[in-house]
Structure formats: structure tokens, C-alpha cells
């Protein structure tokens, strides 16, 4: 079988002491977190606060109440009420939001069609270019609505993010994907500008930038985040480092990676769906085995030990040989 890897975005769920942002949100979140933990799907990567808070929700559940069938059928539903709501619009306002809602019922069409085999590349590609048309439209008609530059920057997102499905190298970032993620920071810069104390804008802007590569830029989005909602930014940037910790370790930057590792446990644990390596085991082990910075190993070992972790005793051992220490 095919390795396939889930990007953050695929099991991302407000439901992490956030309310609800919608129902098509939550819908969506359902259809994610389903497709990602069905039989045709291997990957462990993916960034889900649902694992890393005790399940909320089962799945499995969820999987059994959503059909994607019934999904795409509530999103033509959704098409046919926006372009409704656009033919008995009075100003540009009402205009703008039955584009922006339009678009984002096209770009979630296409996102679950294309997950789910349901359509050829070129029939997703159509559904994707009339959401941003829509939302090209709405942008125009209403430019102060943060909204609609949020809107079109998931589009842009779900569409650079969807790339990594099957990649089964995902600390990579080809440059067409990295246009696509590059249009969504864009606009998600442009919806917390516009509106500050939506979280949710920086929240995304992070996600846009740390698949793009663009760390510190990332750093800067989660942070901002934590003065907002200081639970889900430090779970984003405990996350963050540690897939970058992951980043740099495929790429044999083992100093840089294990000080990445290092960085992520001073905000929490990560989610191991959202970072495959262990950051205090890996640490541990490039201090020990690369960098021969025992000091900073046997700190990560006390860290560790303090949030509950468990190091692999056979490191221990090793630390404790080429260490000459016992603690």
C-alpha cells in the first residue's frame, strides 16, 4: 500500500475549547478526520488537536453520521442557495458574501471530490478556478471584509495543502505548491490585518507558512495566535517545532533539528499525528549520538521525565556510557 501522508489541515478541528464556527466547518472537519482514519490511508502525519486532547470526538462516529455523498450534495445545496442569495442581492455587501459563500462551497466540492477519487484532476481543477473566481468577485465588491480574504485564502490553502496527500516526502515543498501556499499567507495576512483579534486568521496564516517552509514567518503567526487563544498557540507552536525539529532531521541538520525538539517541549507536547519523531526521544538522541552535548541530553531526560514522557532505555544506556554520568 501506498504511504500516504495527511497534511495539517486534513483532521483540524475547533473543538478544542474553541464554539463552533459553522456548520459546514464542523461537517467538513468530520469528512477530514474520516477519509484520513479510513482503510486506503497510512500516513501518521497530520495536525489534529483531537489526539492530542483525548479524542473529543470519536471518528469513527463521525464517519457513520457523514457520508461524503450527503457532503457534497449539502455543498451543491450550498451553491444553489448563494447563487440565489446573489440574484436577489441589493448592494455589494449581500453581493460579496453570496460570492465568498459560493466559492467556498466550490472549493470544498472539489477538495472532498479530489480526496475521494470522485472526479478526474480536470474536473477538480474546474471546480477549483470557479471558487476563485467567486472569490476574486467578493474581494472586489467588499475589500475591507476580512471574511472574504479569509475565505479565499483556505481555498488557496486547501489547494497548496492538498499537494502533500500523497507525498510521502512531506518536510518538502515544490514550487508549485509553495504559489499556492504563498496566495493563501497572502490573504490570511490581509483578514488578520483587517480584523486582529480573529485568531483563527493567525492561526491559518501559521499553517500556510509552516508547510510553506517559511519557519520564522510561521513562529511569528503562532505567537500572535497565543495572545489570542493561548491554549491552541502553544499546542500550534509545540506542533511547529517539532515538525521542524522533523524537517531538519530529514535533511541531516541534526543541530539545528535538535534544538527545533528542544524548542517544541518548552510550549507542551506535540500531537504525534501532527510530528512523527519524538521530540524529547530524538533530542535526546542527536545530543547524545551527533552533537555530544550530554548536558542538553540528560536535560531533556529530566524534561521528559517531569511531563511524563518515557525515554527508550536502551538511549539511556547509551547516554549514560558516553556521557560517564548517571543522571
Keep these: ?36 482514519n479510513s482503510p486506503r490511508v497510512s500516513g501518521r502525519l497530520g495536525l489534529s488537536p483531537l489526539s492530542s486532547l483525548g479524542g473529543l470526538v470519536s471518528l469513527a462516529s463521525l464517519f457513520v ?25 441589493r448592494d455589494d455587501g449581500q453581493r460579496a458574501r453570496a460570492y465568498s459563500s459560493r466559492g467556498v462551497a466550490y472549493s470544498e466540492k472539489a477538495r472532498y471530490s ?44 486547501d489547494r497548496g495543502s492538498g499537494d502533500f496527500v ?30 486582529p483579534k480573529n485568531d483563527l486568521a493567525f492561526d491559518r496564516l501559521g499553517l500556510a ?7 520564522d514567518d510561521a513562529v511569528r503567526a503562532y505567537t500572535q495566535e497565543m495572545k489570542l487563544n493561548e491554549r491552541l498557540g502553544k499546542l500550534r507552536l509545540a506542533d511547529a517545532y517539532c515538525f521542524f525539529g522533523f524537517r531538519h532531521q530529514q535533511q541531516k541538520e541534526y543541530a539545528v533539528a535538535a534544538a527545533a525538539y528542544q524548542k517544541s517541549t518548552e510550549f507542551g507536547i506535540a500531537d504525534d499525528k501532527s510530528c512523527p519523531y519524538d521530540p524529547f526521544g530524538n533530542s535526546v538522541a542527536i545530543f ?25 532505555p536502551e538511549l539511556l544506556v547509551r547516554l549514560q556510557k558516553e556521557s560517564g554520568r548517571s543522571h
Excluded at 474536473?123 to 471584509?145: G, M, S
Excluded at 501556499?181 to 488578520?192: G, V
Design 209 to 215: 507558512y509552516q508547510e510553506a517552509g517559511q519557519e
Design 288 to 312: 547524545t549520538t551527533e552533537t555530544h552535548e550530554y548536558d542538553k541530553a540528560w536535560e531533556m531526560v529530566h524534561r521528559a521525565l517531569k511531563m511524563g514522557r518515557v525515554i527508550a
Design 114 to 157: 479530489r480526496i475521494t477519487k470522485r472526479i478526474p484532476n480536470d474536473e477538480y481543477e474546474r471546480f477549483f478556478d470557479l471558487a476563485i473566481k467567486d472569490h476574486n468577485q467578493a474581494v472586489a465588491l467588499d475589500p475591507n471584509n476580512a471574511e472574504v480574504y479569509f475565505n479565499r485564502g483556505q481555498a488557496y490553502y
Design 65 to 89: 453520521v457523514v457520508s461524503c455523498a450527503d457532503f457534497i450534495t449539502s455543498r451543491d445545496n450550498d451553491i444553489r442557495e448563494s447563487t440565489q442569495a446573489l440574484e436577489k442581492a
Design 1 to 36: 500500500m501506498q504511504t500516504i501522508t495527511i497534511p495539517p489541515m486534513f483532521c483540524e478541528s475547533p473543538l478544542h475549547g474553541r464554539e463552533k464556527i459553522n456548520e459546514s466547518t464542523d461537517v467538513r472537519i468530520a469528512m477530514d478526520c474520516a477519509v484520513m
Design 166 to 195: 500523497y507525498s510521502t516526502e512531506i518536510w518538502k515543498v515544490n514550487p508549485s505548491t509553495k504559489a499556492w501556499l504563498d496566495a493563501a499567507a497572502s490573504d490570511f495576512e490581509k483578514a488578520a490585518e483587517k480584523n
